[in-house]
């Protein structure tokens, strides 16, 4: 054996002896988070030995502080939780950051977060219950009005056949601000929504589309500050309406069993999906005959510029016109204030208030409300 090659062995020798002898660094035992009891109580757990200060951010509550342990583990239970889906994240000394514990997440362009889900019985319309279930398709285009590419998400109901004779009305569903056109499905389970009261016998089944709702894409980035700007929102709204109007419409009146009357034809949406279902609705009633506007957000103060010509003449033409907000909402004064004009003008409405904030609980209980109503 030559010397080089014995000095190599050696080397290897006492490098695994060194290794063999070191200390070994233990991994701390993974965390139980979200841990939900059989009281619905939650307790939440976010491993941060470094951090002063962790709070819990939960959807639909004010934030809390959470305590640590001698371990450096953080943790809060709360009171117990009403059944739903609860989006939440944790704030480490000002950082949001979701919870490595959970694989359950709510999709957001600007503030992703974590997903509890507290059960509840079978009747809540949100709980996956066995019954037939529809079908949800992903479809991708060019956007030759917005200028680039886009996608939208179609809910078939159970039954649907593409090659049958059966035609099925139609929803258009819009998402909020700083969603994704998958939010109605990822978060507000709208799909599951549908599947549960089709079965119960209480909607008529029907089409969804779920398209993106911007028209002008550059306003997400400055965050809600850009609803201060009066160009961009309007050219937001232009936009998304010609949109819908001349790419999607005709998409999916091409592609699928949907009838093509105005009279099968519905239009909601929630926040900015909501001003927005008001401004392409109440403007091209000769597409829609339904409209519902949940939690609307981005209203322009200006009604009667927005919704030029509308008065008492359009009753004959509104099927239903649904308008429904949260009480403890920060946008339930703009709702009142639109629903006063609409008042003044002498258009038929219907006005919800509920208890709530501006949340994803408001919303799913407005669709299993609103979506009964339609095509009757």
Known sequence: ??????????????????????????????????????????TFRFRAPNAKEVLLAREGAQPAAMLKDEEGVWS???????????????????VHLIDPSNHLMKPNLLGPQSVVHVPGPPSLPWEVNDVP?????????????????????????????????????????????????????????ANVILDNLIAQGKVKPMIVVMPLGYGAPEIVSAGVASFRDPS???????????????????????????????????????????????????????????????????LPDDFQTDFPGLDSTVNAQLRLLWIACGTDDHLIEINRKFRDWLKSKGIQHTDIETPGVHSWMVWRRNLATFAPLLFR
């Open 1 to 42: 054996m030559n010397r080089t090659l014995l000095f190599c062995l050696l080397v290897l020798l006492s490098a695994s002896t060194v290794l063999a002898q070191a200390p070994q660094r233990t991994q701390p035992p993974p965390l139980v988070s979200p841990q939900v009891g059989s009281d619905n109580r939650v």
């Open 76 to 94: 809060i239970t709360t009171d117990p939780l009403e059944p739903d889906f609860y989006g939440y994240s944790f704030v480490a000394d000002g």
């Open 133 to 189: 279930h529809g079908v949800i398709d992903h479809h991708f285009y060019h956007s030759a009005i917005v200028g680039d590419n886009r996608d939208y998400y179609v809910y078939t109901p159970p039954g649907y056949a593409p090659n049958g004779q059966e035609s099925y009305p139609t929803l258009y569903l819009l998402h909020g601000f700083s969603d994704d056109a998958s939010a109605w499905t990822a978060v507000g389970y």
């Open 232 to 298: 961009l929102r309007q050219r937001n709204y232009q936009r998304f309406r010609e949109a819908l109007i001349n790419e999607v419409l005709p998409q999916v009146e091409a592609s699928y069993r949907v009838m093509k009357d105005r009279n099968s034809r519905a239009i909601a949406g929630l926040s900015m999906g909501g001003a927005e279902s008001l401004l392409t609705g109440l403007n091209t009633l000769n597409d829609f005959a339904w409209i519902g506007a949940f939690s609307s957000g981005g």
